[in-house]
């Protein structure tokens, strides 16, 4: 054989052959073509980006301010804008009327009727109550906004009078973020404790696998019911939304730790694991270097899985009374205000914010099949 | 009656996948005869499983056949049906699967399921093309487990497949696609996942079976020991083409295409130990993606000839009687090809 | 320390390794396997032992318990190192085992699994090399580099990672990371049973050019016996656990004193149709290594055996000079080599 003259005199590789044929694309790249493969992935992100977008600017999409209330309007239903007048003229600026509270004559009932005669324009952009973005950027430019004495209540309000579709994207800060902590924490614990256990094995493994079980075996209702019970009343509502996060993390992180194990478990007898084992490589670079990046996008899927639990978990502490309390809203709690039937049959609009989470919980569902996908780039 | 069981003509058949087409079976015709066995050789990639799955019509989206026909010649039709034109949910199509050809698998795992015995899965297969009582049906599971040399078929009939060995399961692999008598039987490597003694085991089977029921085989593998066993006519397949294609005893005697000298080259040859070095093929196997232009073996070729290999495709001539291979070598300087 | 001038760079004596195996609530054990059943061999320096044997029969574990992956459960591991000596691996302690895999490394199997996906090339061959501070730096660039041209890939190649590779070239990033240390001795587990016929050559030669250049000493562990018979100088046969025969590669291909070994030889499908092999019949399969057969494991296969085999276990004895194997009927049968078929 004719030696090629290159740094393997003998060994019969062309090393332009072998260029040619390796596609080179980053594992990044892989994952991101794979999520793509997903649509419902994509809308679902879409969707959240969306969702987490309205919470941040809550108070430029919502006209009125959290505790904005319109005492002439308590539980007034959607007050929409419209395009057509009384006349039947139609406009492509968005108007409302004035709408004067009186006392009917006959039953003595609070009754709204529309005065027709003044048309108030929607204004985009404009200047209305004031508020703060993130806490720090002071501003009062609303996404549209009316003025007075006209109200604009997309989605109506509620017996205090306060917009609930402005208190809907109020509540999502709360709704969105507290599963973001919850998950936080979660993936803290879950992630340290799966992978001493599944790394280490041992005593500490089975003991943190029965604790895992008793937690699992739990009913979660009554036991985020039990914590959060614990919650001494006299919190602020921060401390409140820190406690609940931790209490939906408590009942939480027992599941991530278990996928964590798991997977260090399967992992730990990889050969590239024993390789470096035979390199001498320390636990420590074994879990850092190994272990810990081949499981990294796998954590987040199942982080992403269990925000929607924690999501709902909120919403169920709320809506019992036992989560977040005024004057933070969330979207439990708004729901809270639509426990009765009575309230639900004259009241629906109320219902409005179990919209929101159910969107929420699809979306991240969504997101989390295809982050699942994109997790496992090399699979077939 | 047509000597031919199958006449495979031109078969493309070709995966659209987001990376670009992959032309897993390019323009392949090879035929079996009543009773014969054809051996189709080849590396892994080559489009040796896309070809019994072809068909079989078993080819999954994104995978389609593109061209080409497969003309099989079965126990009434007379002058051959394509199967290719057949619709893929036709009854006359499930008719042939099974009943006249069947396939078994390299790894028998995954074609049976854990879930169900062993009993079960054979009687079902029994039970989908013939009309018999499921007590027949038990029985001639039964009878196959003990024609393909099963110990004590009666219980292992009671057995769920992880509770057999590897040997055992490609056993009940083949019971279960001889349950029907087919023509033909398609083994897609049944042997390499398996360890040299069972190796023996089952190709001595598969022999003596077909002397015993007279169908046809393909057989698909990799090991140039386990075709020579095996095979009275090969195929020796190179990137989705068959480049040459000789009864066996002319392909030993005699290999033609570089290719398949070359592989025969590069294997130690048990018996005859010696201390130098084996005499390796260069490079790699390209990806079925960027197939070389010209002959696809050309970038690997020990005799490759400038400005001819690299730029025409040789097309399969016959260089003797029952000896066909497609290479310039052979061909008096490319003149009759299209390509 | 004086460096080791011994003729030997492994000494395996009756290596054990037994897994429990368990059973119940309380995970009690109630039997088990023995994987490895007391193994015993030797390797000079510059050589190759062929561990052959069908699967399920304990070489990877073997291989496993002389790295010290898994725990022996008895026995001794001598490794000659060229700077401490004479160490017996099955006792070493941690700083020990340290020092000592500097010159003992592995090759694994499976081209897929044995190389982190998330790790680039330079960081998998650099890693020994980062943890014995050997290299950094632009020095560890050009080792890595060094390494890759040693074993035919090109250096540029460095910052990719392993899915770009196809499994031969997977196999030789292992092998430039089992070499990155500059060992005396590797055990390489299956190396080309995963790999393209064509690419099997490449691989081979690779290992045996290597072996010459760096003096290394091989075990080279695989089931397909024409490799093994290629590639190897002594061939140890292994059935269930335990070694029936072991002689050098020409004499233990030619003449076998073990029926298993002839089995073996005569299942090898021949790539000859002219050859008409008349195969020795050997009945069913491995046995369950939990529970192996009494008297000598073999005999419920084996052609030639008689009362005794079901009863006594045979031990290994020396047949001839350097030529050792476990049947009561070793002197006396005459068995077929491999061109006898
Ligand atoms: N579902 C699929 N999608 C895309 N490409 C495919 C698919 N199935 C097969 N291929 C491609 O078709 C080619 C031929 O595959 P095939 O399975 O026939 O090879 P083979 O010769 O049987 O190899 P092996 O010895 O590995 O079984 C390969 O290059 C493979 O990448
Ligand atoms: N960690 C383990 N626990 C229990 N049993 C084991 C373990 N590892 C291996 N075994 C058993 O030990 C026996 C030997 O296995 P080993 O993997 O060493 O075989 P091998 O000869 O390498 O086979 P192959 O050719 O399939 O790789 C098998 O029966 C296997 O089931
Ligand atoms: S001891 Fe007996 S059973 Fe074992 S190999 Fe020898 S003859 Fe066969
Ligand atoms: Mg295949
Ligand atoms: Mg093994």
Redesign the pocket.
């Known amino acids: 054989m004719v030696a090629s003259g290159d740094a393997m005199p003998d060994n019969p590789i062309s090393p332009d052959f072998d260029a040619e044929e390796t596609e080179v694309i980053s594992v990044r790249r892989l994952m991101w073509l794979r999520f793509k493969r997903n649509r419902l992935a994509l809308i679902g992100s879409a969707v959240l980006i969306f969702m987490y977008l309205a919470a941040i600017f809550a108070g430029f999409i919502g006209p009125y301010g959290l505790r904005e209330t319109h005492e002439k309007f308590p539980a007034s239903a959607p007050l929409l804008p419209r395009f057509v007048d009384e006349e039947g003229n139609f406009g492509f600026r968005p108007f409302v009327y004035a709408m004067e509270s009186k006392v009917d004559p006959a039953t003595f009932k609070r009754v709204l009727t529309p005065n027709t005669d003044v048309k108030h324009y929607l204004h985009f952009f404009a200047r209305g109550t004031p508020y703060t973005i993130l806490g720090v950027i002071e501003t009062d430019i609303h996404l549209f906004h009316v003025d007075e004495p006209a109200k604009v209540f997309l989605l109506g309000t509620d017996k205090q009078g306060r917009d609930l579709f402005s208190r809907i994207f109020y509540g999502a800060q709360v709704s969105l973020t507290v599963g973001l902590v919850g998950v936080s924490l979660s993936l803290i614990f879950g992630t340290l404790i799966g992978i001493a256990g599944g790394y280490f094995g041992g005593l500490f493994d089975d003991a943190s696998q029965r604790i895992i079980e008793v937690l699992i075996s739990f009913p979660q209702i009554p036991l985020w019911l039990a914590l959060a019970a614990l919650i001494p009343p006299t919190w602020t509502s921060v401390q409140r939304f820190f406690a609940i996060s931790i209490v939906l993390s408590l009942v939480n992180w027992g599941g991530l730790s278990r996928q964590v194990r798991g997977m260090v478990y399967a992992l730990r007898e990889e050969d590239y694991v024993i390789a470096a084992r035979y390199a001498s490589a320390s636990n420590w670079r074994i879990i850092t270097r190994h272990l810990l990046p081949n499981t990294l996008s796998h954590i987040l899927v199942v982080a992403t899985i269990s925000i929607p639990a924690m999501i709902l978990g909120e919403t169920a502490l709320s809506f019992l009374g036992l989560g977040i309390q005024p004057p933070m809203t969330s979207w439990g709690l708004l729901l809270n205000q639509a426990q009765h039937t009575r309230v639900l049959i004259q009241q629906p609009w109320l219902l409005t914010p179990a919209l929101f989470v159910v969107a929420t919980i699809i979306s991240f569902n969504f997101l989390g099949d295809g982050l699942r996908d994109a997790a496992d780039p090399f699979a077939n | 009656m047509h000597p031919n069981l199958l006449e495979i003509t031109d078969l493309k058949t070709h995966?659209f996948?987001e990376g670009g087409v992959?032309p897993?079976v390019d323009g392949v015709s090879l035929s079996i005869k009543r009773g014969g066995t054809l051996g189709v050789l080849?590396?892994?990639?080559?489009?040796?499983?896309?070809?019994g799955f072809s068909i079989l019509r078993l080819v999954?989206p994104?995978?389609r056949i593109v061209g080409g026909a497969i003309h099989y010649f079965g126990r009434e039709t007379v002058n051959g049906e394509d199967l290719t034109a057949l619709d893929a949910r036709s009854e006359a199509l499930r008719q042939v699967r099974g009943a006249e050809i069947a396939m078994i698998f390299?790894e028998p795992m995954t074609s049976l399921d854990p879930l169900f015995t062993v009993g079960n899965q054979i009687m079902e297969a029994i039970l989908y093309h013939q009309d018999v009582s499921k007590a027949e049906a038990r029985k001639i599971a039964v009878e196959m487990l003990d024609k393909v040399r099963m110990p004590q078929p009666a219980d292992v009939i009671k057995q769920y497949p992880h509770q057999l060995s590897g040997g055992m399961r490609q056993r009940v692999m083949i019971a279960m696609a001889l349950s029907c008598e087919p023509q033909l039987l398609i083994a897609d490597?049944p042997t390499t996942a398996l360890d040299v003694t069972t190796e023996a085991q089952i190709l001595e089977l598969m022999r003596e079976l077909q002397d015993e029921l007279g169908m046809a085989i393909m057989f698909i593998t990799?090991d140039l020991g386990v075709i020579a066993e095996m095979a009275e006519e090969v195929a020796v397949m190179y990137l989705g083409k068959v480049v040459e294609q000789s009864d066996i005893q002319s392909l030993f005697a005699d290999p033609q295409h570089p290719y398949t000298r070359a592989l025969m080259q590069s294997i130690p040859k048990v018996g005859q130990k010696s201390s130098g070095r084996l005499e390796a093929i260069r490079g790699m196997v390209p990806s079925?993606r960027r197939i070389p232009s010209g002959c696809p073996f050309h970038p690997r070729c020990a005799n490759f000839i400038a400005d001819l290999c690299n730029v025409k495709t040789p097309q399969l001539k016959k260089t003797r009687a029952g000896h066909s291979v497609s290479c310039f070598l052979y061909d008096d300087g490319g003149s009759s090809n299209g390509a | 320390m004086a460096p080791d001038q011994s003729n030997v760079v492994l000494e395996v004596q009756n290596l054990k390794k037994y897994f429990p195996i368990s059973a119940g609530l309380l995970r009690r054990e109630v039997g088990q396997v023995r994987a490895v059943d007391g193994i015993s061999f030797t390797i000079p320096p510059r050589k190759t032992l062929g561990l052959v044997g069908e699967s399920g029969c304990g070489k990877t574990t073997a291989a496993h318990t002389i790295m010290r992956g898994l725990e022996p459960t008895g026995g001794q591991v001598i490794f000659h190192d060229a700077l401490l000596g004479a160490v017996d691996l099955a006792t070493a302690d941690k700083e020990t085992l340290f020092q000592v895999r500097r010159n003992m490394q592995m090759v694994f199997q499976d081209p897929q699994s044995s190389l982190n996906p998330r790790m680039t090339l330079l960081d998998i061959i650099g890693e020994p090399l980062v943890i014995y501070k050997i290299a950094k730096g632009t020095e560890l660039i050009d080792r890595v580099a060094e390494l890759l041209k040693r074993v035919g890939l090109r250096p540029e190649y460095m910052r990719r990672f392993p899915h770009a590779f196809s499994g031969g070239q997977r196999q030789r990033i292992g092998i430039a990371r089992a070499l990155a240390l500059n060992p005396q001795f590797i055990v390489a587990d299956e190396p080309t049973s995963a790999l393209d016929v064509s690419i099997q050559a490449q691989t081979l030669n690779l290992l045996q050019d290597l072996q010459d250049e760096f003096s290394l000493s091989y075990l080279f562990i695989a089931h397909d016996l024409s490799v093994v018979e290629h590639i190897s100088d002594f061939v140890a046969v292994m059935y269930v656990g335990k070694i029936v025969e072991l002689a050098d590669t020409h004499r233990l291909y030619h003449s076998p004193k073990h029926p298993y070994t002839e089995a073996l030889l005569s299942s090898i499908p021949r790539p000859d149709p002219a050859i008409q092999q008349t195969r020795v019949a050997i009945r069913g399969e491995l046995p369950n290594p939990a529970s192996p057969p009494k008297g000598c494991t073999f005999h419920p296969r084996c052609p030639y055996a008689e009362a005794i085999c079901a009863e006594e276990e045979p031990a290994l004895q020396e047949v001839e000079s350097g030529h050792v194997a476990a049947c009561h009927f070793a002197d006396n049968l005459n068995l077929r080599g491999v061109n006898e078929f």
């Open positions: 995966f996948t992959v897993a080849g590396e892994s990639g080559c489009g040796k499983s896309v070809t999954r994104p995978g390299q490597e990799h079925p």
